[in-house]
């Protein structure tokens, strides 16, 4: 079997087995458990209180930030994951010396970093597909709701979380594992303040403002990816109208998604380049 494919499957199976693992699950689970007795007992107020003729809009909007809301929660938990996962894969195994039993064996280093990445990325596959699968279900169920483009929002949360654990995967093939993920949570945070700077901005109609949000989206991209997943799920009326926390006045380009693509190969790329000459 190739050697890419044997570590692959030897490190998702070895992060499932991480407390890491396990805690995303659980708090995901509880995530979920919670989420679904508020949309039970929501859905169902939400029309009652409504003015006469507009429940049913009323309602489908409301559900949408419902769901929205629910999947930004499962987001930043599969961000999260994918950071701290990774975070500790390289710089720990160097630091402990289990690495060596790795690369003194007919093994690429390239292939070591792909394996690496391609098991973290199906483990990051199959938790969002269950988690924000679940929030879905569960709306769809209680409240017959359906939001527009799923698979495509879907698609860019996968994009966000793997855009998150290739530069954790890059950093962490270069330093201690503490600093991996002060730098990537620091980043993340510099996106999430760059993304509301900019929404401000374009409300007020400050152009300054809206370059200051670019330029933070260009510095770490993932807070944009995830703007452009609300814009591609929120209802047509909460488009329009901005009526939604989650309502992007200013929306990211499909460029900004190629942008955010290319971001992610290239840190894969320099991963690669890093590790290989790295003094082990």
């Not at 209180?49 to 559900?63: C, L, W």
Request: proline share 3%; net charge positive.
């Amino acid at each position: 079997m190739n050697p890419t494919f044997i570590i692959a499957r030897l490190t998702f199976r070895e992060a499932v087995r991480r407390r890491i693992v396990l805690t995303a699950l659980i708090l995901g689970a509880s995530f979920l458990i919670i989420f679904s007795i508020g949309i039970h007992l929501v859905a169902g107020q939400i029309s009652q209180v409504s003015p006469r003729g507009y429940a049913s809009i009323a309602q489908s909007e409301g559900i949408n930030f419902l769901l929205l809301a629910g999947l930004y929660t499962i987001t930043f938990l599969s961000v999260a994951m994918g950071a701290l996962i990774s975070a500790d894969t390289l710089a720990g195994e160097i630091n402990s010396g289990t690495i060596q039993s790795v690369v003194t064996k007919p093994v690429r280093r390239a292939d070591v970093v792909l394996g690496k990445w391609l098991g973290f990325a199906g483990l990051l596959a199959i938790y969002i597909l269950l988690m924000a699968g679940g929030v879905v279900i569960s709306v769809k169920l209680q409240a017959n709701y359906m939001a527009p483009n799923l698979i495509r929002g879907f698609g860019l949360i996968y994009l966000e979380s793997l855009t998150m654990m290739t530069v954790a995967l890059m950093l962490s093939s270069r330093f201690s594992a503490l600093a991996t993920g002060g730098a990537v949570f620091g980043l993340y945070g510099l996106a999430f303040i760059g993304g509301w700077v900019e929404q401000f901005g374009s409300f007020i109609q400050s152009q300054t403002t809206v370059y200051i949000g670019i330029i933070s989206s260009l510095i770490f991209p993932c807070e944009a990816i995830w703007r452009r997943a609300a814009y591609e799920m929120q209802s047509p009326l909460s488009g329009v109208l901005g009526m939604s926390p989650f309502s992007a006045i200013s929306v990211p380009s499909a460029l900004m998604i190629v942008y955010a693509i290319i971001y992610a190969l290239v840190a894969l790329a320099l991963t690669f380049s890093i590790f290989s000459h790295r003094d082990l």
